[in-house]
């Protein structure tokens, strides 16, 4: 250890060591004068934000929130990595997916930065097995690693893989990739089970002729995409990754074999810190399985990570490029071994070639521009994650053991337990974006209804007759398509008249606030001439608690007069004569734009 000269420049060396009490203590203060009555004891956790899975965040970590020793990069329990490098020695792999079989396309993300294919294939995800060669026509496919994703054709599509194998040329050992066998994943999709003895005999296959290849995909999407926690998605697969483990050394493989044989995939959301958390507890959770089952130094997980496609929005689409580079950021923090960037225009189908070339480079900045990648777990040593990634694992944990005690995975989604329990979760979080306690920029907050709309060709229909997919933008979509068809119908929107009362320091707060909130449910606000003026049918009056005093009564009276069927006020709820209802932060925004349109006639 270097021993730095004193130099007389130590910091802070003439002031004391401010204690934890002390801060409580100021943060309490505060918060009195703010209104908020706390003890020094509460103030903490008056700050604290609560996560679901019963978490919460801290405002502030310390030495003292411990957590459990997470290791070294590429050590048991792998919490730092799997591998002792990490990403440094170029970055991770940059996968990309295609459910069509565009051969142009491809090239043109190998040809751009993209390292690896995941294809859609087989009749009911993608395009046709027998096409899966022109699909690969011209990839050098000792190159590039394939992952297919055939669902119940994983079978036909490995062996369609191994005919391109040979006729191509491709050394056994050459092959890298993974043949997407996931009849647990399948089943949560669709409502189907399929027999997992072929994937068996794949993973037995893989592990005697091809070292590069994996049989097997542990995919949690299905979990998040029908509205999971992060807790909910790590117990789900590590749920499912042990009835694999017990599936196929019973076929003959053993621990270690079979530990090869699995990939992982996760979602990755805007919400980087729960992010980087989730996936480091993943590593640590499956390294705790192999552990127990003997094999600890076979328990480095291979981690797929996909941006989440829930939170990916149809209004204002652009915005999803933000949404995806924080959470590509926060995977390539967390040390995923393999990244899809889904494109901004996800959610509206087929991706055009400027929507690919922005998700695969998102990932190519931020590994050669921002050097993201040189650095072994950034986040490790951080009190907060540390902490995050401890509780987060425990929480994961509880829900693995209810899925066992249930009788496994299999078992626990046939029961409908799973869903739900995923049901419940989803829920909770719909009546926070309800509320508008989860903004969704571009869709609750500032939506911009003369944005024009982005026309994609459809995308193949998804599997679907297992577990929901939801998507964090559908509550306000469905009130947009009704403005839309009113729109179409009519030549115009539903509108409502913002009454603004006194000068524009009194006013402005409210105004804006409503016309953000009127604008979520498609409804057009008005804020310049007279009621009369307006085509509105209702209005809303915007200014502060004083001038409500004086004149909320008389303008809502003057408001029906001139034709208004339903004034709101938009502050606290008060008794305000001819005022029908009231709008403020926290209200339920989805509860109050329905009523509205169903008022309007918008059907």
Not at 340 to 365: E, M, Y
Not at 520 to 533: K, M, N, S
Request: include cysteine.
């Amino acid at each position: 250890m270097t021993v730095l000269p004193d130099d007389g420049l130590s910091l802070a060396a003439e002031f004391p060591d401010a204690t934890h009490e002390q801060w409580q203590h100021l943060v309490a203060g505060v918060l009195r004068k703010s209104g908020k009555e706390v003890s020094d004891s509460e103030a903490e956790y008056a700050l604290s934000t609560a996560l679901e899975d019963g978490l919460r965040t801290r405002p502030l970590y310390t030495a003292r929130d411990h957590a459990p020793d997470p290791g070294l990069p590429g050590f048991a329990p792998f919490v730092r990595g799997g591998r002792a490098d990490g990403n440094t020695a170029g970055g991770w792999d940059v996968r990309q997916w295609h459910t069509v079989a565009d051969t142009s396309a491809v090239l043109a993300d190998l040809e751009n930065g993209v390292t690896s294919l995941w294809l859609a294939v087989g009749a009911s995800v993608g395009f046709p097995v027998p096409s899966l060669g022109s699909a690969l026509d011209g990839v050098y496919l000792d190159l590039a690693p394939v992952v297919l994703d055939a669902g119940d054709e994983t079978e036909p599509a490995a062996r369609e893989l191994f005919r391109l194998y040979e006729e191509r040329g491709v050394a056994a050992e050459a092959a890298r990739g993974n043949l997407g066998g996931d009849p647990l994943g399948h089943e949560a999709r669709t409502g189907r089970a399929y027999d997992i003895a072929p994937v068996a005999e794949l993973a037995r296959l893989c592990a005697a002729q091809y070292p590069g290849l994996r049989a097997l995909t542990v995919d949690a999407l299905p979990y998040h995409e029908a509205g999971g926690s992060a807790a909910q998605e790590l117990g789900c697969s590590l749920a499912t990754g042990v009835a694999y483990l017990r599936e196929l050394t019973v076929a003959g493989l053993s621990t270690e074999q079979v530990c090869a044989q699995l990939e992982f995939r996760y979602a990755a959301t805007a919400d980087q810190f729960l992010t980087v958390a989730k996936l480091r507890a993943a590593r640590r959770l499956w390294a705790r399985v192999a552990e127990a089952c003997g094999a600890p130094q076979a328990g480095a997980q291979l981690q797929h990570v996909v941006t989440s496609p829930v939170m990916m929005t149809r209004r204002d689409p652009w915005v999803n490029m933000l949404r995806t580079t924080v959470a590509t950021l926060a995977a390539g923090v967390a040390g995923a071994d393999a990244v899809t960037v889904l494109p901004f225009d996800h959610a509206l189908g087929l991706p055009d070639a400027f929507a690919r070339r922005i998700a695969r480079n998102t990932s190519s900045i931020l590994i050669e521009e921002s050097h993201l990648s040189r650095v072994i777990d950034p986040a490790g040593g951080s009190w907060y994650v540390e902490r995050l990634t401890d509780e987060l694992a425990h929480a994961a944990w509880d829900v693995f053991q209810e899925i066992e005690r249930a009788g496994g995975q299999a078992a626990a989604l046939r029961s409908g337990m799973v869903g739900e329990r995923l049901a419940e979760t989803w829920a909770q979080r719909s009546a926070k974006l309800a509320k508008r306690r989860e903004p969704l920029t571009g869709v609750s907050e500032f939506p911009y209804l003369a944005e024009k709309p982005v026309v994609r060709e459809p995308a193949p229909e998804p599997p679907s007759g297992g577990l929901p997919r939801v998507r964090r933008d559908e509550a306000y979509e469905a009130l947009r398509a009704r403005s839309d068809a009113h729109l179409a119908a009519t030549g115009s929107r539903p509108r409502i008249f913002l009454a603004a009362l006194g000068p524009a320091a009194a006013h402005t707060a409210r105004l804006t606030f409503a016309a953000n909130l009127f604008q979520a449910g498609g409804i057009e606000p008005v804020t310049e001439g007279t009621f009369e003026e307006s085509g509105a049918r209702e209005a809303c009056l915007c200014s502060s608690d004083t001038l409500y005093e004086e004149q909320a009564e008389a303008t809502a009276q003057a408001l029906r007069a001139a034709g208004a069927h339903h004034v709101f006020l938009a502050g606290r709820p008060g008794t305000y004569a001819g005022v029908d209802s009231y709008v403020s932060a926290g209200c339920d925004a989805v509860a109050v734009l329905s009523a509205t349109l169903d008022r309007m006639g918008v059907s």
